[in-house]
């Protein structure tokens, strides 16, 4: 229940999805969380459903003076920041092709909505956190950083660069007491893999997840709550991977599972 009593949180894109889970599960856990998102309605909406330790605010994280301004309202309204959950990420599918067909200003966009707004707001959250005598920095990448694939090359590729960016940012801070982990979700059911990808490619996922499961967003918020979390304060500079076990199997073990059930 108090797993992050008194702990200050900022999660962008926190209005729907990963985020809003990871900002009611937090809530619950004793913590003051700001929801900081585009559409800043949702963000508003989403922190008065979540309850009076939640507050909404609008940000685009691709726009260093819209970050400012929402680790400014952070420390104003908390006092401070503990928490930083740089959750934003993301690319159009359908200009993040492979690479002979990538449309290049989708790369240069998909490069800052992931990476560029990692170093952004991690940049303005440290110096509180460093003068508050720690923190947790919280990145969300994806399994699509792991290995290659046949689209999405530009996304992929960002989502690598934030996770060895959480590494970079564990080294050279971890005798600040700030720590910087990263979750990489699998397949999670969040409007954004509803609107994106159709039903058959999402039951093909599942087939070569060890578990017969697709995430949902808590699966990952529990991640998140972990991480916040002083239980987690030997741990930094990991990467935490929650996929159903897409990436434990061995590349074949769906085919076989597939040729055995015949
Ligand atoms: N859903 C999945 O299957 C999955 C898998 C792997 C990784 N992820 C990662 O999880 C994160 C979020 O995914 P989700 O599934 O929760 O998505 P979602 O679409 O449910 O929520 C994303 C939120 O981000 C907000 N947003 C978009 N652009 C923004 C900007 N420029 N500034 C501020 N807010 C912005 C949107 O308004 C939305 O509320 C991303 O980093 C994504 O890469 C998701």
């Known amino acids: 229940m108090n797993r992050l009593q008194n702990k200050r949180v900022v999660i962008t894109g926190a209005a729907s999805g990963i ?26 909406r989403a ?31 908390f006092g401070g920041i503990d928490v930083l959950c740089n959750h934003v990420g993301g690319s159009n599918p359908r200009k993040d092709l492979d690479l002979l067909r990538l449309d290049l200003a989708e790369w240069d966009k ?78 999670i059911m969040t409007p954004a893999l509803r609107d994106n990808l159709p039903a058959e490619a999402i039951d093909d996922i599942r087939s070569h997840n060890a578990l017969d499961l697709i995430g949902d967003p808590e699966d990952i918020g529990w991640a998140m709550v972990y991480l916040a979390s002083d239980e987690s304060r030997y741990m930094t500079g990991q990467t935490l991977v929650l996929d159903g076990g897409l990436t434990a199997q061995s590349p074949i073990a769906a085919s076989r599972r597939r040729l055995l059930d015949q």
């Open 19 to 44: 985020g809003r889970a990871a900002a009611q599960l937090m809530v619950a856990e004793g913590a003051r969380v700001l929801i900081a998102d585009l559409n800043a309605d949702a963000a508003t």
């Open 110 to 187: 998909t490069m800052v909505l992931n990476a560029r707004s990692t170093v952004v707001a991690s940049r303005l959250a440290l110096p509180h956190m460093i003068a508050d005598g720690g923190g947790s920095i919280i990145n969300t990448v994806s399994v699509a950083g792991l290995a290659g694939d046949t689209l999405q090359c530009a996304y992929g590729a960002a989502k690598a660069a934030v996770i060895r960016l959480t590494q970079y940012i564990a080294t050279q801070y971890g005798r600040n007491n700030v720590r910087c982990n990263a979750v990489a979700p699998g397949a």
């Open 47 to 77: 922190a008065s459903e979540i309850g009076d330790n939640a507050l909404g605010i609008g940000v685009d994280v691709m726009d260093e003076s819209s970050v400012a301004t929402m680790i400014d309202h952070a420390v104003a309204e």
